[in-house]
């Protein structure tokens, strides 16, 4: 006998609460991470938010009254959808353009920090790594805010587990990548960074960890 309708509605406000719950303080506790490392790389005050995508950290960027922040994105569209969402107060605030990470339109040295919150775990060759990491390095006078899963953790353990199985007989492209700790550091390292400090979301459980970088000598 199926359960009664009201039971069903009532499920399903749960599960809809409880997945906002979550999202809230996922989003929360992204902006805690941000914050600090924004913190750790001096509150820089000339910023290179890349790439923006919704434009969901420009409200932390914002936070700081000094700040110039510019914006920028391989699709116009996404950035054009980022600043109508956006509030007038910290859409004033953002200069935006159209770059891609490999190639940014600015010059050598143009910006304090390079904040990349949204890219490096959809990368998971090396190569293309390396490439960004040094195209940060000719642009940022300072320093690089990088986001990325990480391995050693529990959740990418059982994510390691999880792809075992599901590989078998499959051919669908992966587009996020859990990278070693020890490689990434190591590319880093090769990019001309070092790195000043690095905050996980869940320390010994979550995959996604921020790394705040400078460029070796500074």
């Known amino acids: 006998m199926s359960e009664p309708l009201s039971k069903q509605v009532h499920v399903e406000d749960v599960r809809q609460h409880e997945h906002t719950l979550s999202r809230r303080l996922s989003l929360w506790r992204d902006a805690q991470l ?24 420009w409200p932390v960027l914002a936070e700081h009254a000094n700040r110039v922040i510019l914006a920028a994105d391989p699709s116009t569209d996404r950035l054009a959808f980022a600043e109508a969402q956006s509030s007038s107060e910290v859409r004033k605030r953002i200069r935006t353009f159209q770059s891609s990470a490999f190639s940014i339109g600015l010059s050598a040295n143009a910006v304090d920090c390079i904040f990349c919150m ?21 642009v940022t ?33 992966r587009n996020r990548f859990v990278v070693c700790r020890s490689d990434i550091e190591s590319e880093f390292a090769r990019a001309g960074f ?22 070796a000598g500074q």
Not at 40 to 46: H, K, Q, S
Not at 118 to 138: M, P, T, V
């Open 194 to 215: 070092r790195i000043v400090d690095h905050h996980d979301f869940l320390p010994g459980y979550a995959m996604w960890r921020v790394y705040v970088l400078r460029k």
């Open 34 to 57: 941000a914050r600090k490392a924004l913190r750790d790389a001096g509150e820089p005050g000339l910023v290179l938010d890349l790439p923006s995508g919704s434009g969901r950290f």
């Open 118 to 138: 949204r890219l490096f775990h959809h990368l998971g060759d090396s190569e293309k790594r390396g490439a960004i990491l040094d195209e940060f390095h000719r």
């Open 141 to 173: 006078r300072d320093t690089a805010i990088v986001a990325l899963w990480v391995d050693g953790n529990v959740k990418s353990w059982r994510r390691k587990r999880q792809q075992g199985r599901l590989e078998v007989g499959m051919s669908a492209p």
